[in-house]
């Protein structure tokens, strides 16, 4: 299975030669009939003849049009501390991909960490999760997240999170590319947030919006950037962001987007010496955690560095003799902070 990085490499047209030419004429062929069957899916959806079930409290759900990590889980927790300061109490729902009966996914522990108070229920069978949010939470609110695609439980607002570094899919529907859907699907938006909007100039951001809202005239517009607010170890301790400027560090990380991580960490002017890439919702056995400190060892890393969620899912300070931080990172929007603020509140207020 292609890691990430490699994938996109792949389907971008970046990898060259005879056999990389082949695989993407390969996809291309897989590529159409899994589009028509999404269209064909989604299809019985708008007619209703795919049933959609309704709970008794409002629905917002926050995803993605892309494979990947596009920058939502800060999104979702922007929102779930704007509905707590308007005093609404909020139930998160999602699949919980790599989670089992016994351990929540990293995801479910992230937000644990970041909002101790707000109950998170992750089943494959999200109608059932979010009824059971409601029985045993009494919660006003459902946020619904990596909901996009997932049109069983009906919604009353979807958040649309569009990476700006990958906003188009490479023009493909997965496999051949990696959109989810074909770009039509944003037509049931109610806003598009574009993440990563500050890695781009205010041109190249026009562009993008003027492409996607063609498909959602009716969605807001909303531009924001993921800030990095400090560096967290696994025990609890915090340091500047500073702290690792200039110094060489090891990076690894499971994530949708490896090299979304890679440019935060060198706007933070720390000397990445490599960077090692794990499927995302990554398990960290024993013997890979002792392998990434010898990697590190290795190349002479001064510190190892990770992602918040990367954190949650090994319990050491240390790798070797190299302190090991992650990065927290805060979503900050740009543009449309007030308007989506009053769609939000619109939801509540019904």
Known sequence: MLRPTKFRNLVSGRQQGWLASVTRGLLRIVEVPYTWVVR??????????????????????????????????PLVEWI???????????????????????????????????????PHLQDPDRVAAARRAIAEHDCQL??????????????????????????????????RGTLREPLEGLARAGAIILSRADMLDPAERETIRHELCSFAPRAIWCEARHAPQQLLAHGGATAPLDSLRNQRVAAFCGIGNPAA???????????????????DHAEYRREEVDAIARWAADLGAEAVVCTHKDLVMVATDHLGPQPRWAVTIDIELLTGEDDLKALIASVVSG
């Open 40 to 73: 064909l899916r989604n299809r019985r959806f708008d007619l209703g003849r795919t049933q959609v079930h309704r709970v008794d409290v409002p629905v917002i759900s926050v995803g993605n049009l892309t494979l990947g990590g596009t920058g939502k889980t």
């Open 80 to 118: 779930a501390r704007t509905l707590a300061d308007r005093g609404v109490g909020v139930a998160l729902v999602s699949r919980g991909y790599g989670s089992t009966d016994q351990q929540p996914n990293d995801e479910a522990r992230l937000l644990a960490q970041r909002l101790p108070n707000v």
């Open 142 to 175: 459902i946020l619904l997240d990596d909901g996009f695609q997932h049109r069983r439980l009906a919604r009353d607002l979807d958040l649309v999170v569009v990476d700006a570094l990958e906003p188009f899919g490479f023009g493909h529907v997965f496999p």
């Open 261 to 279: 991580f890679r440019a935060t960490l060198e706007r933070c002017g720390c000397d990445v010496l490599a960077l090692r890439e794990y499927d």
